[in-house]
């Protein structure tokens, strides 16, 4: 994708209607563009009003870069900047009882976190071998594989990012709008193409997308981020009911192959799930209707609170029937056959493990703890799967790493080689099932620490649970702040960190969240355990008593989420 930024201002075919909803005060300005005016109204709207973020890359390159960290200013520091993937990263002396009482400037250290964006797209091991070759030289072998299918550095200094962002050019890759007020990374099917049940590619769909849409200046201006998943996959593999917008792919019994499309999701500390708009939508105008949906959220969205700047609060106050009809009338100009809803084919969405595909290849999943895995180890991972014949890596929405286009009779040699390097085909239902943020290690906003306790809770559970039979994962989500990085609101047991008094910190639980999948047919928030704060010393203790209980309580085939929905509080203490 070319950095030459495209100069487009409205949306095609923009033809505003008469009629205009505001959000729920009445008497006062939200902020909607196309209803209130574009005069900012707080000073995240005036700094981007001032210079589209897009434009300090060149500052980057040709100044910061050359004159050091203290030559940045301000709004592009801790606002501009994002519009290209960085964010300063957490002064590592400071602990927990600082967070939310320092500005983010105090926060601070003078490094940078570096995210890439990958789009959902499958990667070549020469791209891959790249970026574990950045984290070595570049980010102090630090590399993670997050639940937005991104890859994050750090330790990255200023002065480095123009050599980064060279050496992700000659590869193809980029991190152009992967933070800040824009159409972040996609999450995309990580088997499209290859899976032998797929009942769409996905890939063209985010390719147009990506070269029709992103760096473009009709989207580099939005109330907050907006986050895109796409999936052709049965197993519903990209988590679509907590995104801006998703794409699943069906089988219309009258119009043949396509999408149904959902708006509106996200979790944080407002948690909403998408809404189906009910229509069904065919390969060919998808990115029309993309766009369609993400300059309603422009034109539309709520601008003068940033906690009410998501997409979620709008179609929550207009609804399903409202939001298809201003997306016909007023952005597409024409109507949308009516939708079916997506199935799921009882498979699991992480794709660990080993699996056909179409040309009778296999591709094999692996769980890596957390997502965490090291430039230097991801450089080694390269090397195996080009020794089992591979020449393709794919990430997932799950924090997880396929290797495909494997030879078959060279899977096994590949799981043995692998497992010796920490990842695993097979794991435990805790290594395969849990989740973790950055946590407080780099992040500004969280009070705990993250991946290095999820590891040691894993290991803990290994020995505590060994030879307990789990026929089905119970997944946790461990995450540093109430952001819910980690998804703890669809966890089976989402775990939010915060203060307990003093310096101790330790977690909020949650119990029974989850996305459809094989075991359960709708998504559902967790619920709350009231009064209950567990700290990170007894988190390995509780979650045993936890799932013991679970196994003694259960019915025949119940799910984790099921016994929590029936149980009383006392059996979660």
């Known amino acids: 994708m070319s950095h030459d930024r495209t100069t487009t201002t409205t949306s095609p075919g923009h033809a505003p209607v008469a009629e ?39 500052r980057i390159l040709e100044t910061y870069a050359k004159e050091g960290f203290a030559s940045i200013p301000v709004d592009d520091l801790f606002g501009r900047m994002r519009w290209w993937g960085l964010y300063t990263q957490r002064d590592q002396t400071l602990d927990a ?69 060279r050496r992700l050019d000659e590869v193809g890759l980029d991190t152009i709008t992967s933070c800040g007020d824009t ?64 794409f699943v792919g069906v089988r219309h019994p009258e119009h043949g192959v396509g999408y149904d499309l959902w708006v509106g999701g996200g979790l944080s500390t407002a948690p909403r799930f998408a809404e189906r708009i009910g229509v069904f939508v065919r390969p060919e105008e998808a990115a029309e209707v993309w766009a369609g949906v ?19 609060f709008l179609i929550a106050d207009w609804g399903a029937e409202k939001f298809r009809q201003v997306l016909q009338d007023e952005y597409l100009h024409r109507t949308l056959p009516d ?33 965490r895995i090291g430039g230097s180890r991801l450089a080694r991972i390269v090397e195996l799967a080009e020794a089992a014949g591979s020449r393709r890596i794919s990430f997932t929405p799950h924090q997880k790493l396929l290797v495909l286009d494997v030879d078959p009779d ?60 789990l026929d089905t994962p119970i997944s946790l989500g461990i995450n540093g702040c109430p952001n819910s990085c980690a998804r703890i609101q669809t966890s089976d047991i989402g775990l939010k960190g915060q203060l307990l008094g003093g310096s101790e910190f330790g977690f909020q639980v949650h119990l029974g969240g989850g996305l459809a999948s094989a075991d359960r047919d709708e998504a559902g928030l967790g619920r709350t355990v009231r009064g209950l704060k567990v700290s990170a010393e007894d988190l390995p203790g509780y979650v045993e008593r936890v799932v013991r209980r679970f196994l003694d309580q259960r019915l025949a085939g119940e799910t984790f989420s099921a016994w929590v929905a029936r149980s009383d509080d006392k059996e979660f203490l």
């Not at 500005?103 to 970026?131: K, P």
């Not at 890939?203 to 986050?227: D, G, M, Q, S, V």
């Not at 699996?355 to 997502?371: E, I, L, N, S």
Request: hydrophobic share 35%; aromatic share 6%; proline share 5%.
């Open 20 to 58: 205009r909803v505001r959000g729920p005060k009445k008497d006062r300005s939200n902020g909607q563009w196309a209803v209130d005016g574009r005069t900012p109204l707080n000073p995240n709207e005036v700094f981007k009003a001032e210079d589209d973020g897009i434009n300090v890359r060149d």
């Open 339 to 371: 939708g079916i809803a997506p199935v799921s084919n009882g498979t699991s969405g992480d794709h660990v493990g080993i699996h056909d595909q179409k040309d009778g290849r296999k591709y094999v999943g692996f769980a890596p703890t957390v997502g």
């Open 410 to 469: 060279k899977v096994e040699e590949l799981v043995a080689a692998m497992d010796a390097v920490g990842l695993s085909a097979r794991p435990s239902p805790f290594r395969r099932s849990t989740m973790a943020c950055t946590g407080i290690e780099y992040c500004k906003l969280a009070f705990v620490e993250t991946k290095g306790l999820a590891a040691r809770v894993i290991d803990e559970l290994e020995e505590r649970l060994a030879g307990v039979d």
């Open 183 to 246: 159409p972040r990374g996609f999450l995309g099917s990580p088997v499209a193409g290859i899976a032998a049940d797929e009942i769409i590619d996905p890939t063209p769909l985010i390719e147009e997308i990506r070269e029709k849409y992103i760096n473009t200046a009709a989207f580099t201006n939005l109330p907050r981020k907006f986050k895109t998943a796409i999936t052709g996959h049965p197993s519903l593999d990209v988590v679509h009911e907590i995104n801006d917008i998703s």
């Open 294 to 312: 993400i300059s309603i959220f422009r034109d539309y969205g709520y601008r003068r609170l940033r906690n009410k700047a998501r997409l979620k």
């Open 97 to 165: 009882t600082r967070t939310g009482k320092l500005t983010d400037a105090e926060l601070s250290s003078q490094y940078f976190m570096q995210r890439i964006r990958v789009d959902g797209r499958i990667l070549s091991t020469e791209q891959v071998r790249a970026i574990a070759a950045i984290s070595q030289d570049l980010a102090r072998d630090s590399l993670d594989i997050t639940d937005r299918q991104n890859i994050q550095l750090h330790w990255v200094q200023i002065e480095d990012v123009p050599e980064l962002w």
